[in-house]
């Protein structure tokens, strides 16, 4: 691709020129931008970057594994993967509202980057993976001219507080521009292409009952059934977003010769362009049927699944 050729070269230099011989941290999610901003970076300044990994527990099987496979073993870039998960478990205990979820989880975040920036000394910089959708939305939105951070993976409030000065180098690029930086920079597929994911992860796909590991194990094996099968159908790539909401409810079954009474889980999935609006995917019922029986079989803790036929607006593509 001959333009992102020249764009990476050009983002290189901006680099360099703007942070010199300073320090950068750069906070790794897993997602598409925060990897593309990694990779970037480390073909810029190299030794002059470190990333770091919040691991919330709240993500999908694998990918922890593959943050770091990918960054420290492939990419050889200084990581710190920080193993969070009690203390998020430990914060929302006993929490089932939404909102209150979200902000525990964002304020946890944030303490828990903030410990690491200190603990490898601080930094001059902070690389951060803002999109030009992520600037307009916030001048047309705050009518300021800085970016509103607007989801608790990016660590709003901690530049200020940490005197670290923001680098950006997407922030002239759409989603598809980024991607494809990506596969120039020599990212995997997979990550490249993966469906957006929110910051909260897993813990806002069990809404009405209280976290427990227990529950996010039987999410996520859910979780990877139906995007395996999704893979198999060849249909990954046609939707936005597809996953798993384990329900706050159980429901009577028969398994076998005796009575089962588990959890119900919904699936979800849509199409769109942005996230602003979506449509929910009109799978046959072969496939859905399918899904269904595979995670009925092959997850303890499930008995009964159900579609989401709810598109946004009126709904919202997570459940809470
Ligand atoms: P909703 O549910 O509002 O989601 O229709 C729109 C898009 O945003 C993602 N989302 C989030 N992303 N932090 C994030 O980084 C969040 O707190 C968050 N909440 C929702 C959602 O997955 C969808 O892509």
Known sequence: NWTMKAFRAQEIEKVRAQVGSGRVICGLSGGVDSSVVAALLNEAIGDQLTCVFVDT???RAGESEQVVKVFRDRFNIRLVHKDASDLFLAKLAGETDPEKKRKIIGATFIDVFEEEARAIGGADFLAQGTLYPDVIESVSFTGGPSVTIKSHHNVGGLPDRMNMKLVEPLRELFKDEVRALGRELGLPDDMVGRHPFPGPGLAIRIPGQELTRERLDILRQADTIYLDEIR????????????????????VGVMGDSRS?????????????????????????????????RIINEVKGINRVTYDVTSKPPGTIEWE
């Open 57 to 59: 527990g709240f993500m």
């Open 232 to 251: 198999k159908a060849g249909l990954y790539d046609v939707i936005w977003q597809a996953f798993c909401v384990l329900l706050p409810v159980r429901t």
């Open 261 to 293: 009474y588990d959890y119900a889980c919904a699936l979800r999935a849509v199409t769109s362009t942005d996230g602003m609006t979506a449509d929910f995917y009109p799978f046959d019922m072969a496939f859905l049927g399918r899904v269904a029986n």
